[in-house]
């Protein structure tokens, strides 16, 4: 699906979260690739089976960015809280793709409050600082930080960049304080204890930024 909603951690398209919940606002998620620089030991795309008609999967090829603005313009968006872009790649893999779509959004429903989620890794994507072409189109970016340090970083993300990835992601996550209103980091419950989580909570107090322990999600 390119376009889907999300409902305790079952994927359907909107026309079926609305029929199966007729009343309130949800988010909207927008997946744009397979592909990611990391391959994470807990993630869902090796860890969990989902039916044909559920997967997030992209088959075949890529949409184009008028393909995901014709989904974008039937979306009820009187119905929608906030929209996401994420899926089972990493969303900024297609960068230039997603900040384009994010300018549509902003332009064509402005009240919409917008979010990525993102290994924050783009830096080390594309060799450049990446954190400018948010501003003024997001008001969260939320960032896998995952671990307290560069090495179990490492051993949980596998990612290709190597041993210099989590200080990269910890710099491009800084950097954004400047153009995005809202920065929050995420690590995983039952994948870190709660003294690592303790330690990544310190990593983002020192730096002014948000921790979010989100929930596990496997078979």
Wanted: a negative charge; glycine letters at 6%.
């Amino acid at each position: 699906m390119i376009v889907y909603a999300a409902d305790h951690g079952k994927y359907m398209t909107l026309a079926d979260s609305f029929r199966r919940q007729p009343e309130g606002k949800r988010n909207v998620y927008i997946n744009l690739t397979n592909r990611c620089t990391c391959n994470c030991t807990f993630c869902l795309r090796g860890l969990k089976h989902m039916g044909e008609e559920e997967t997030l999967w992209l088959h075949g090829k890529e949409p184009t960015v008028e393909e995901v603005k014709k989904e974008l313009d039937q979306v009820p968006w009187d119905r929608i809280s906030e929209a996401v872009f994420c899926g089972f790649g990493e969303p900024t893999e297609r960068l230039d793709d997603m900040v384009e779509l994010l300018r549509y959004i902003r332009k064509t429903h402005p009240e919409i409050p917008t979010r990525v989620n993102t290994n924050g890794l783009s830096d080390l994507a594309y060799g450049r600082d990446t954190s400018g072409d948010f501003d003024g189109l997001l008001d969260t970016i939320s960032i896998s930080l995952n671990a307290s340090n560069a090495e179990r970083y490492l051993a949980l993300t596998r990612s290709r960049f190597g041993i210099q990835s989590f200080d990269a992601m910890l710099d491009f996550a800084v950097r954004c304080k400047a153009h995005v209103p809202h920065v929050v980091l995420t690590v995983v419950d039952h994948v870190e204890s709660e003294e690592e989580i303790e330690k990544c909570r310190k990593i983002c107090e020192e730096r002014g930024l948000t921790l979010r322990v989100r929930p596990y999600e496997a078979n």
